[in-house]
């Protein structure tokens, strides 16, 4: 056996160990075996300064546009971001790479011992999210890094990685999501999210709808922490489309920044590179001066997003777009609509019981000539009969097929793409899941 045939196989082994606890769906709130933990380790939170990211839809390519730019800028970075596409090392990157395995689980093994004390001397063990928080700061201190961007899992007030205090919190677009956990109107996810904002930090906050922009600000007043408003302080200035993106000009806190090519499609992609820029700026002071142009221009251009209409194959042309909540397939609908010319578009969706699934199709209902709706390896993936039924309210019988197994869904929907003959114009669009995304990403590697 090779030596990384053995690598691989501790992997495995360690993700087995942390998939064996509270899994992320399930939630205990409160920060105290998380804060135990890492007060164990050394508190590694600290080790850094932390650019926070919280929101409904776009924490993730916020992040890693935030990442990016500071890499750009000659920072050595850490990134947390979750969930993973493909592989559990992908939320855990450092200098814009996924952490090497064998770092992986050399970081698992020294917080190892630690978790299993604060498992002995709680009620409940350490969940996963709160393991692999904890993983993530002490590699990040271990590294060492300059700077963590790190994405909140759910919410943020009770959010294992809001144990570190961060010196700009970043709040994306508040919608309805995670309701059972969060609250059911928008005010109260805006007062789970409006946890991250700390005493003295700079809240970088995205254009939101009025009840949630009331509780972020209040919060803010609260903290005394400084306030940079989207379409206020900073925003989107102008937006053409491009070849494999679109060019921006960006009203930065500290001017304008022009000639920005970003390669990601969609208005919610531009704005949140300009919550990315702000959040940058703010990091360096955000004085009068303006960053240097280039270097932004670098950092942006250098930015990737997984699963976020992501081309994977042409001929006909397959996208997967992680969206699971209305808001975000409306974004996902409306970026496809402006930046693609499909004669023929064909959905394939899995979509967790646990969403508003009927909100998901009725927003990819006005793009999608077909649907063919089927399962991810998730247990808690909406049975595709079920789905079936609530497609067929949406986009009536005739409009879609059911089928369980989601290869099987893959090739019928590159069929019925097919199916006039223009390859060419003709696409598949994977969503409903980031599970139902790196599943079909591994799929479709597999058969190239």
């Avoid at 509270?22 to 932390?50: F, M, Y």
């Avoid at 500071?70 to 970075?77: I, P, S, V």
Wanted: net charge negative.
């Amino acid at each position: 056996m090779t030596h990384n045939d053995d690598s691989s196989d501790r992997l495995r082994e360690v993700e087995v160990d942390l998939l064996a606890r509270w899994p992320e769906t399930r939630i205990d709130p409160t920060l105290a075996r998380v804060q135990l933990l890492l007060d164990l380790l050394g508190s590694p939170q600290r080790n850094a300064p932390v650019i926070h990211v919280t929101g409904t839809n776009g924490k993730t390519s916020t992040a890693r546009m935030v990442e990016s730019l500071l890499r750009a800028f000659g920072l050595r970075t850490g990134l947390f971001t979750s969930p993973h596409v493909d592989s559990m090392t992908e939320r855990i990157a450092l200098d814009g790479e996924p952490i090497d395995p064998q770092r992986f689980v050399t970081a698992y093994e020294d917080i190892e011992p630690y978790l299993r004390l604060v498992d002995e001397r709680s009620d409940v063990p350490v969940s996963f999210f709160e393991a692999i928080t904890g993983l993530a700061y002490a590699a990040f201190a271990d590294a060492p890094v300059d700077v963590s961007v790190v994405e909140v899992g759910l919410g943020g007030r009770w959010d294992a990685t809001n144990t570190a205090d961060a010196q700009v919190a970043v709040v994306t677009p508040i919608d309805l999501d995670h309701t059972r956990y969060l609250g059911g109107t928008i005010e109260a996810i805006a007062v789970e999210k409006a946890g991250i904002i700390k005493p003295g930090s700079v809240a970088v906050l995205a254009q939101q709808r009025m009840p949630a922009a009331e509780v972020l600000l209040r919060a803010a007043v609260d903290a005394k922490a400084t306030v940079a408003r989207e379409s206020i302080e900073f925003g989107v200035a102008h937006r053409e489309l491009a070849m494999g993106g679109q060019v921006l000009t960006l009203q930065g806190l500290a001017g304008v920044y022009e000639g920005i090519f970003l390669p990601l499609y969609g208005e919610h992609q531009a704005r949140n590179a300009a919550c990315a820029l702000a959040a940058v700026e703010a990091f360096f002071g955000a004085g009068e001066e303006r960053l240097r142009v280039d270097v932004v221009r670098q950092g942006f251009t250098a930015t990737t997003s997984p699963g976020r209409l992501e081309v994977v194959r042409r001929g006909p042309t397959v996208l997967l777009d992680a969206a699971h909540n209305p808001a975000g397939a409306a974004a996902t609908a409306a970026a496809i609509q402006e930046s693609f010319s499909f004669t023929r578009l064909v959905g394939v969706l899995a979509v967790m019981s646990d969403k508003d699934v009927r909100g998901v199709l009725e927003a990819f209902e006005p793009v999608l000539d077909e649907i063919v709706v089927t399962q991810n390896s998730s247990a808690r993936c909406l049975p595709a009969a079920q789905l079936g039924e609530l497609a067929e309210d949406v986009f009536g019988g005739h409009r879609v097929s059911v089928e369980p197994r989601l290869a099987e869904a893959l090739d019928t929907g590159i069929r019925l793409a097919e199916a006039d003959g223009d390859l060419g114009g003709a696409g598949v669009l994977v969503s409903g899941s980031v599970v139902t995304v790196g599943d079909a990403r591994r799929m479709l590697r597999g058969s190239r």
